[in-house]
Structures are given as structure tokens and as C-alpha cells.
């Protein structure tokens, strides 16, 4: 077996069995990529079926030059599940990564926002274009359901059900969850459709997708970041704020306010709640208030 034919057959795996994203599938290939690439640049023969651990170790240990200690950690994941894939197939006996230790990491904190800052950067959207209505809208929907990007742009008006309060999502690996949605956000959701997006021309196959470009065509990733980037440079904000940071600030604020952590994990369609507890390491504060609140020798 050679390996565009193992990657192949990998990627179908991902995508069939799995259920993963296109972008979650991309980051698997290029962990393979990688490897093939100093396979090659080394002259070095081997197959997935016979590469050795002393070839991956080598691999890893020069790829530790080039990247960060989380890349190496993500790389050295993403081989082991290849390999992983190749065992359970039986084209392989044994996994070569199994013993190949990923560098220890600490849990990156993410940043969030605070209510004013996120006030501060809706402020700085400008109404007078029909964009605006549309980009003040997207912001609001962020943050106030918590949505991935890629779940943002997926948004259906079929998924919208206001009158029960809630829209459904479709998330990772095609889970459907549905996430509750405040006055708030279906306010400025309703604006934007009634006042700006009846009166575009929607092509052909984005008749159901909500929030479009100029065009009638659905908004990619990178347009979604490019908003973000270009409102926030225009307010006095100095943190590394994508589209992501709003799903954190998001989960913290409700959090904070005291939710439950596990409704916090079905909101966010987190598979396991120890991926949610990560809102728990960022502001201690409020647990004294809780304790303060609730224990009965407080």
C-alpha cells in the first residue's frame, strides 16, 4: 500500500465513518502530508505497512524544530489515529506511534470578552450599509448562542423556530443539537431578514441559508474573521478576538452567572464535558459567591 492510496482510503474513513468535517478532515491529511514530505526529502523508502518507530521518532524529533510545542502534540495525535486506522483495517499489526510520547502542554486559556467590550465592538458597526445589518446580526448570533463559525454560516432560516425559542444546529461530525435563542438576537436576526436579505438576489441553492454575502451566496470562514478583525481594529480592545471568542465569552458569562456546567455543554455541543470545563480555569471569582449562596455553613 502506498501512502496517497492509505490517505485515501483514511480520508474516506474520516469523512464516512467518523462523520468529520471537511476542515477537521483537511488538518488529519496534513499531519500525512508532513510525513510524506520528509519521507521524500530524505529519501527514505518506506510504506505505511513497514515504516518503522525509529523513522517516526526521527520524523517527530525534526519536526520539533519547526513547530510549537502544541502543533508537535496535535502532529504526533494526528499520526497515531493513522495508524490507529491501519491496525483496525488489519494492514497493520501494530501502531509505530503507540510509544511516541506528545511534549506536555498546559491547557491554553482562551481570551473573552467582557459585555462592554462586546457592546464596543457592535457599536462600532456601521447601520447606514445594508452589510451592517447583516454584520450586527452575525455578531449577535455568536455570542448570544454560542455558535461555531462553521456552524454560523451553515444556519438555515428552516432552523430558525422563535416562537419555541430555540434554533437547531447542525455541529461536529453532523450532530444536531438545538441551542435556545433570546429576544435579543432573534431581533436583530428578524431585522436583517425583513429589511436587508428579502431584497438581494439569492442564487440558486442558498434560498434557506441566512446570513448571505452581497452576491446571494452564502458567507465563507474567512469573511466571518475579516468582519470581526476590521470592527474590533476600530475600538480600543487589545486581545486576540476571533470569531471563536465570542463562543468563549459566550460560555464564561453564563458561567459566571451561575448555569449549570453540564446545560452549558449541550449549548455548545461539546461531546465531553471535560472539553466545557475548561470555562471552570478562567474566572474563580464568582465560586465564592456560590459558595457564599448555596452551602449550608457558608
Not at 76 to 90: H, M, P, Q, R
Not at 93 to 118: F, Q, Y
Not at 214 to 225: D, E, H, K, P, S
Amino acid at each position: 500500500m502506498k501512502w496517497l492510496e492509505a490517505k485515501k482510503d483514511y480520508e474516506h474513513y474520516l469523512r464516512i465513518e467518523r462523520g468529520l468535517s471537511n476542515n477537521s478532515i483537511v488538518n488529519y491529511n496534513l499531519d500525512i502530508e508532513r510525513l510524506i514530505k520528509y519521507l521524500k526529502t530524505n529519501n527514505i523508502k518506506s510504506t505505511p505497512l513497514c515504516i518503522k518507530k525509529d523513522t517516526l521518532q526521527r520524523f517527530v524529533f525534526e519536526t520539533a524544530k519547526l513547530v510549537n510545542a502544541r502543533s508537535q502534540a496535535r502532529i504526533i495525535s494526528g499520526l497515531k489515529s493513522f495508524f490507529n486506522f491501519l491496525v483496525f483495517e488489519e494492514y497493520r499489526e501494530t501502531n509505530p506511534m503507540e510509544l511516541i510520547e506528545a511534549p506536555k502542554i498546559g491547557r491554553k486559556l482562551p481570551d473573552t470578552l467582557s459585555v462592554d467590550e462586546i457592546d464596543a465592538i457592535v457599536a462600532q458597526v456601521d447601520l447606514s450599509t445594508p452589510e451592517g445589518e447583516r454584520n450586527r446580526a452575525i455578531i449577535e448570533t455568536l455570542y448570544g448562542c454560542g455558535l461555531r463559525v462553521s456552524e454560523l454560516i451553515e444556519l438555515k432560516i428552516s432552523n430558525l423556530f422563535f416562537e419555541e425559542g430555540y434554533i437547531s444546529v447542525t455541529g461536529k461530525g453532523d450532530k444536531q443539537r438545538f441551542v435556545p435563542i433570546g429576544e435579543t438576537t432573534q431581533k436583530f436576526i428578524t431585522i436583517y431578514r425583513t429589511e436587508i436579505r428579502r431584497h438581494l438576489n439569492i442564487k440558486k441553492g442558498h434560498e434557506d441559508t441566512l446570513f448571505l454575502n452581497r452576491r446571494g451566496r452564502q458567507l465563507t470562514r474567512a469573511m466571518i474573521f475579516t468582519i470581526i478583525k476590521r470592527l474590533v481594529k476600530k475600538t480600543d480592545i487589545h486581545k486576540n478576538i476571533s470569531p471563536h471568542t465570542f463562543r468563549h465569552s459566550f460560555a464564561t458569562h453564563l458561567l459566571e452567572n451561575g448555569a449549570d456546567l453540564r446545560a452549558i455543554q449541550l449549548m455548545l455541543g461539546h461531546e465531553s464535558i471535560t472539553t466545557t470545563e475548561i470555562y471552570m480555569h478562567l474566572d474563580k471569582s464568582h465560586l465564592t459567591d456560590v459558595m457564599n449562596t448555596f452551602h449550608p455553613r457558608r
